[in-house]
């Protein structure tokens, strides 16, 4: 019989930095621990638990940790150390299911539907935590849903150490009252449009009833984050997920580390505009924007989306850009970014049925303005003129 449900664990390691050192320095388990530049210069990646209690935190700098903990022992980023960890973490987790996803070098999906004909999830959960624990030193938090989105939100309710269940029905009093800006997907930018809107928590998210300004600050994804806050999430775990068949994509690594919010959404469009430009020149669409983000740690995330039709427009490509770079920016600096595009078609095979009346929808302005703008760059042989882009 075809099952009609699934269990999902999304596995999260606790500080993930600061517990690589721990488990290769024991006598470091008690004391205050930062991880980041030495200088007071310099910015914390991670702090161990110890440290948290002192107020300590990540992307803090390092003068105001140590203001805050004089006794904190700071070590610098050492990334094959955790490289090493990261492996042995994914490794474990394929013990227990052929579908693992990596969601980034310390957390990870995996579907456990099977193995829980045979086994309650709460003891296959206890069994992950209890190995990595006595085998690596790895405290991890694991929360259990029937979906993707609903394991995320379930394994950050308690840490360190924790394991949440979080099904459908428990929704209402275990999610709903939490803060909107603790809702998996959204943005630093995107909740303080919402909480001035009136959206505090995600119920209110639920319960709010008017739809045409709501979607001025969610943009086309106000449905799917109204299903998400209902629990509804629709994603299977996909070990293929961030890997590109075929793909445009540019990045660059930066000399000095970006700072501000307002240089990095300026090197995203820079980058962007690149990618664009290639993936015209190539006679193709895409439908898969993807982002790579690195921080002066070497820790990254990578972020993809999927479009419901393919383009090769700039500015529906930006919008993602900019959409996935605000649901998952740090506050470190940044090293490194990069854009691509993948799932890609030749231009001849892209068809869309239109009526009359989608016609000027489908012709905006802006792209009449970005042809312009290209054809007088072209007849002067570099970028005189480019457009604006909002602040």
Request: hydrophobic share 35%; glycine share 6%; aromatic share 8%.
């Amino acid at each position: 019989m075809k099952k009609t449900y699934r269990v999902i664990f999304h596995i999260d390691l606790n500080a993930f930095f600061a517990s690589c050192e721990m488990a290769q320095d024991p006598s470091l388990k008690d004391v205050p621990l930062g991880i980041g530049g030495r200088s007071d210069r310099g910015v914390l990646t991670t702090a161990n638990y110890v440290a948290r209690e002192y107020g300590v935190t990540s992307a803090m700098s390092v003068y105001e940790a140590k203001k805050r903990c004089p006794n904190l022992v700071i070590l610098p980023v050492n990334f094959e150390l955790y490289h090493h960890y990261s492996e042995q973490f994914f490794k474990l987790l394929h013990e227990y299911a052929d579908e693992v996803e990596k969601g980034s070098i310390d957390e990870g999906y995996i579907d456990v539907t099977d193995l829980s004909e045979e086994k309650h999830p709460l003891d296959i959960a206890k069994e992950i935590q209890g190995r990595l624990l006595d085998e690596y030193k790895l405290p991890v938090s694991i929360g259990i849903a029937p979906n993707m989105f609903l394991a995320k939100m379930a394994s950050d309710m308690k840490k360190p150490l924790g394991i949440t269940v979080l099904i459908k029905r428990d929704i209402k009093e275990k999610m709903w009252p939490l803060p909107i800006k603790e809702m998996y997907g959204i943005g630093k930018k995107t909740y303080p449009d919402l909480i001035k809107i009136g959206i505090q928590t995600i119920g209110d998210l639920v319960q709010y009833d008017d739809k045409r300004k709501l979607q001025i600050v969610l943009g086309n994804r106000m449905e799917e984050f109204i299903d998400k806050a209902h629990g509804i999430d629709d994603r299977k775990v996909d070990p293929h997920r961030h890997i590109d068949m075929k793909s445009i994509g540019n990045s660059q690594t930066y000399s000095t580390d970006l700072q501000t919010y307002q240089e990095i959404i300026e090197k995203l469009s820079h980058l962007t505009r690149k990618v664009v430009n290639r993936l015209q020149d190539d006679g193709s669409v895409a439908k898969t924007i993807n982002i790579q983000v690195r921080y002066p740690d070497f820790s990254q995330i990578n972020r993809s989306y999927t479009l419901e039709s393919y383009t090769n427009n700039y500015f529906d490509v930006y919008n993602v850009v900019e959409r996935l770079y605000d649901e998952n920016q740090s506050d470190l600096p940044v090293r490194l970014l990069g854009v691509s595009v993948s799932n890609m078609i030749p231009e001849s095979e892209h068809v869309e049925q239109m009526t009359i009346y989608d016609i000027e929808k489908n012709l905006p302005k802006e792209e009449k303005v970005l042809k312009i703008i290209n054809s007088i760059n072209n007849v002067y042989g570099q970028k005189i003129i480019k457009k604006g882009t909002k602040k």
